[in-house]
């Protein structure tokens, strides 16, 4: 059974950085996609990072290119999320979530949540001061 869950979310001040951790279980991440996705209150979830669990590319919105870092251990079997200058407006909870690798053919589908058989539970990011 795949299984995601997400950590290292709480409250940073404008400016700070932060890491988010996604652990996997039931599957292996060569396999498969990971991506993070951010859910604003009220808004609808985005995608924003995501990595091929094979050979660790990278891929990223438009709106987070150069804050957000998503890496890979395959060893612990874990994505991270590095987010750095962070803004008010990244206040959001973010999900991983994992995709059959074949997606990487359609990397124009790489942010539909349609993709994605399993999400975690989510892990809230609140940026205040």
């Known amino acids: 059974q795949l299984q995601l869950v997400e950590s290292g979310g709480g409250l940073v001040l404008p400016g700070g950085s932060l890491r988010l951790s996604c652990v996997a279980s039931?599957?292996?991440?060569?396999?498969?996609?990971i991506s993070w996705f951010q859910q604003a209150p009220g808004k609808e979830r985005e995608g924003v990072s995501g990595?091929?669990?094979?050979?660790?590319?990278?891929y990223y919105s438009g709106p987070v290119k150069g804050r957000f870092t998503i890496t890979r251990d395959s060893a612990k079997n874990t994505v991270y999320l590095d987010i750095h200058s962070l803004k008010p407006d990244d206040t959001a909870s973010y999900y991983c979530?994992?995709?059959?690798?074949?997606?990487?053919?359609?990397?124009?589908?790489?942010?539909?949540?349609?993709?994605?058989?399993?999400w975690g539970q989510g892990t809230q990011v609140t940026v205040s001061s």
């Open positions: 990595i091929s669990g094979s050979d660790g590319r990278a």
């Open positions: 039931g599957f292996t991440l060569d396999d498969y996609v």
């Open positions: 979530a994992a995709a059959p690798k074949d997606l990487l053919f359609r990397p124009w589908q790489i942010w539909s949540p349609d993709e994605y058989v399993s």
